[in-house]
């Protein structure tokens, strides 16, 4: 069984409509939770970053995190046609000293916003 | 400030041949993360450094191996090249100093091994 699963997709969705990316995880120890986007061919972009159960809110994106259900979300609202991406969760545990510990991430999800 | 560099963007090695891949932190950041990323899946950890010593290893055989310069430059080196090492190679830096550390990457090094 993989760390992280994330919902494969792919996803299609018309412009405006809500969004909602998925994770779920296994590892416990797993203490602080990231979303990144990334582009054809590009490097992976941080969007949100969170290490609290609840939400956490940055103009169009919503980042929620339930620690007792080892689940994560992402929420596009009023989507664009510029968000058509593949989106990536990953996550980390507290890293030991001052090293701050490797990435996991999910497979991936590519999202496709038509006009 | 600049972001992440990467050398070269693109690659192309037969099998058993030899590859080293450069990577350039965001300035005043101290350490360097390598992930493979294959095409459909997400970045698998590979290396990470800090204050130029090793402090994570990923799942990789012992044909990979890494360095970091007094610069805090990066390298990436994989000797015998196997068509299975074709994939996206992805550099993050930061700061390496706190819990809460983001790691910016790179736009990646694809190398393709014919």
């Known amino acids: 069984q993989k760390e992280v699963e994330q919902d494969p997709g792919p996803l299609s969705v018309p412009e405006g409509a809500i969004v909602s990316l998925n994770c779920t995880y296994s590892?416990?120890?797993?203490?602080?939770f990231m979303w990144y986007r990334q582009y054809s061919r590009k490097g992976p972009e941080l969007l949100m970053y969170t290490y609290s159960s609840g939400n956490k809110e940055d103009g169009r994106f919503t980042a929620q995190v339930d620690k007792s259900s080892k689940y994560i979300s992402l929420f596009i609202r009023d989507s664009q046609p510029s968000d058509s991406a593949t989106y990536l969760c990953?996550?980390?545990?507290?890293?030991?000293?001052?090293?701050?510990?490797?990435?996991?991430f999910g497979q991936g999800t590519i999202l496709t916003v038509h006009p | 400030d600049a972001g992440v560099t990467q050398s070269p963007t693109h690659l192309i090695k037969t099998r058993g041949q030899h590859v080293t891949l450069r990577c350039s932190p965001i300035s005043g950041h101290k350490s360097v993360s390598w992930y493979q990323q294959v095409l459909g899946q997400g970045p698998q950890f590979i290396f990470q450094y800090y204050e130029k010593e090793e402090r994570g290893r990923g799942n990789f055989p012992d044909r990979f191996s890494a360095r970091q310069f007094p610069n805090y430059s990066s390298e990436l080196n994989v000797n015998a090249l196997l068509l299975g090492d074709s994939a996206l190679y992805l550099c993050?830096?930061?700061?390496?100093?706190?819990?809460?550390?983001?790691?910016?990457f790179g736009p990646g090094t694809r190398l393709t091994v014919l």
């Open positions: 990953a996550m980390r545990a507290i890293a030991g000293g001052t090293s701050y510990g490797k990435l996991t």
């Open positions: 993050a830096s930061s700061k390496g100093q706190v819990n809460t550390d983001t790691q910016y």
């Open positions: 590892n416990s120890a797993f203490q602080y």
